[in-house]
């Protein structure tokens, strides 16, 4: 069985920095590409970023261009999502979500088809 | 960036009837578009993918149809575990992946 779960959310000042983690088991992890997802609670998805399996392959939204960064740990089977000079407005439900698998000829065209549960970052003053 | 619009808002329909949500993409995503289903309080979970495929463990009441712009999801018979927000996301042109602002189907 496929589990994604997110740590690191927490309370945190504007202009200060947050680092997600999201462990995974029950697949090969090092052979796919991974997403993270936010959510306003009560509002809708947005996608924020993504890598390759190999790190190669990232993507963000204009939103946090800049401000973050995604990167993986393959041993330990870990993506993570470094944020800086926060933001009142990244405040949301962050969710890593599963992307293909390295030899999908479609390559990141695809949806995501296994989310953890979510990590919530407040930043406010 | 394409742009995702989901219609109706909020739908309301009675256990046992069909659901049918709609959802427009601003330029053509071929058949990109993948469906998912959250539930309050849990995550999104992959409904339909490619347009009309049914990702694993999906019951064959959902069905999924369209390409380019215009998509629909279709619930053939309502069951009471259906009632939930239902978005559209387009995965053809990235960054960024695009999802709709989501429908919410209520129970009538």
């Known amino acids: 069985e496929v589990q994604l779960v997110e740590s690191g959310g927490n309370l945190v000042q504007p202009g200060r920095s947050l680092r997600l983690s999201c462990v995974a088991s029950?697949?090969?992890?090092?052979?796919?590409?991974m997403h993270w997802v936010r959510q306003v609670p009560g509002k809708g998805l947005e996608w924020v970023s993504g890598?390759?399996?190999?790190?190669?392959?990232?993507g963000f939204a204009d939103s946090v261009e800049g401000r973050f960064t995604i990167s993986r740990d393959n041993a330990k089977n870990s993506l993570y999502l470094q944020m800086n000079s926060l933001r009142v407005e990244d405040t949301a439900l962050y969710y890593c979500?599963?992307?293909?698998?390295?030899?999908?000829?479609?390559?990141?065209?695809?949806?995501?088809?296994?989310w953890g549960q979510g990590t919530l970052v407040s930043v406010s003053s | 960036e394409v742009v995702m619009t989901q219609s109706p808002a909020t739908l309301s329909v009675s256990p046992g009837e069909r659901a049918t949500l709609s959802c427009r993409a601003s330029?053509?995503?071929?058949?990109?578009l993948a469906w998912y289903q959250q539930k309050p309080g849990q995550a999104p979970r992959l409904l339909i993918y490619?347009?009309?495929a049914r990702a694993t463990g999906i019951p064959a009441r959902f069905s999924g149809s369209g390409s380019g712009t215009d998509f629909t999801l279709t619930i053939s018979s309502l069951q009471s575990e259906d009632f939930a927000v239902y978005y559209c996301?387009?995965?053809?042109?990235?960054?960024?992946?695009?999802f709709g602002q989501g429908t919410k189907l209520e129970i009538k």
């Open positions: 996301q387009q995965y053809d042109d990235w960054p960024p992946y695009t």
């Open positions: 890598i390759s399996w190999n790190s190669d392959i990232i």
């Open positions: 490619a347009a009309s």
């Open positions: 979500a599963k992307g293909p698998v390295y030899y999908d000829v479609n390559g990141f065209q695809n949806s995501f088809d296994n």
């Open positions: 029950g697949f090969t992890f090092e052979d796919y590409a």
């Open positions: 330029q053509s995503v071929s058949s990109n």
